[in-house]
T-cell receptor, first 114, second 118 residues
Framework: AQTVTQSQPEMSVQEAETVTLSCTYD???????LFWYKQPPSRQMILVIR??????QNATENRFSVNFQKAAKSFSLKISDSQLGDTAMYFC???????????FGKGTKLSVKP | ETGVTQTPRHLVMGMTNKKSLKCEQH?????MYWYKQSAKKPLELMFV???????ENNSVPSRFSPECPNSSHLFLHLHTLQPEDSALYLC?????????????????FGPGTRLTVL
C-alpha cells in the first residue's frame, strides 16, 4: 500500500520569509512521482511542483523548491520569500507505477501573515 | 478561469433525493477522476475513467454512480445518500500517455461541488 504523511496540520510564516512543509511517503514502486498541490480558500487545486523519483536533482519552480530525500522517503516543500497569496492548504501527493490515481496526504494549512 | 468546470458549486439534498454532479473539461484530456474531500481526511479517489472506460473503483458505495458519456464530460449520480457523504467532491482530468495510466502528467482539478446531505 502507498501512503503519504504530512505531520504539520497548520503552519504560519511572516511575509517575505521562508517556510518548509514536510512530507513523508511510503511505496514499494521503483518508479513513482511526487507532487505538491496548493488549494487556496477558493478551493481550486493547482499543481505547485512535481518530482520524478528517478531524478536526483531537486525540482525548482521560481520561489518553490523541494528537498527530495529518496532513501528517507521524504519530500519537503520550501517556499522562499513567502507572499500573502501563498496562504492555502498544501497537499503532498504520490503517484506510483502504473497507477493513475494520486495518493494524498491530509494537507498542511499555511497562513502567511503580513 | 479553469479548464475543468463543475456544476453545481453547492448542493443541499435530502437522503431520499436523486441528484447529479457534472464535470466538464476543456483541455482535450483523455482521463477524468472523481475525488471526495472530507474535513481532516486525505482526498479519496472514487472513480477513474480513461478513454471513457472505468479503470478503477475504490469500493465506493453503490449510492454513487459515475457516468462518462465522452472524454469531456463526467457525471456523478447520487441517490439515497447519507449525512456522512457530505463533503467537497472534486473532479480532475489529465492527459495520459498511450491511453493508459502510466504517464506522469499532472491532474487539473475543478473547483469542486460542496455537497450537504440533510
Amino acid at each position: 500500500a502507498q501512503t503519504v504523511t504530512q505531520s504539520q496540520p497548520e503552519m504560519s510564516v511572516q511575509e517575505a520569509e521562508t517556510v518548509t512543509l514536510s512530507c513523508t511517503y511510503d511505496t514499494s514502486e521503483s518508479n513513482y512521482y511526487l507532487f505538491w498541490y496548493k488549494q487556496p480558500p477558493s478551493r481550486q487545486m493547482i499543481l505547485v511542483i512535481r518530482q520524478e523519483a528517478y531524478k536526483q536533482q531537486n525540482a525548482t519552480e521560481n520561489r518553490f523548491s523541494v528537498n527530495f530525500q529518496k532513501a528517507a522517503k521524504s519530500f519537503s516543500l520550501k517556499i522562499s520569500d513567502s507572499q500573502l497569496g501563498d496562504t492555502a492548504m498544501y497537499f503532498c501527493a504520490l503517484r506510483g507505477g502504473s497507477q493513475g490515481n494520486l495518493i494524498f496526504g491530509k494537507g498542511t494549512k499555511l497562513s502567511v501573515k503580513p | 478561469e479553469t479548464g475543468v468546470t463543475q456544476t453545481p458549486r453547492h448542493l443541499v439534498m435530502g437522503m431520499t433525493n436523486k441528484k447529479s454532479l457534472k464535470c466538464e473539461q476543456h483541455l482535450g484530456h483523455n482521463a477524468m477522476y472523481w475525488y471526495k474531500q472530507s474535513a481532516k481526511k486525505p482526498l479519496e479517489l472514487m472513480f477513474v475513467y480513461s478513454l471513457e472506460e472505468r479503470v478503477e473503483n475504490n469500493s465506493v458505495p453503490s449510492r454513487f454512480s459515475p457516468e462518462c458519456p465522452n472524454s469531456s464530460h463526467l457525471f456523478l449520480h447520487l441517490h439515497t445518500l447519507q449525512p456522512e457523504d457530505s463533503a467537497l467532491y472534486l473532479c480532475a482530468s489529465s492527459q495520459e500517455k498511450g491511453g493508459g495510466l502510466a504517464g506522469v502528467n499532472e491532474q487539473f482539478f475543478g473547483p469542486g461541488t460542496r455537497l450537504t446531505v440533510l
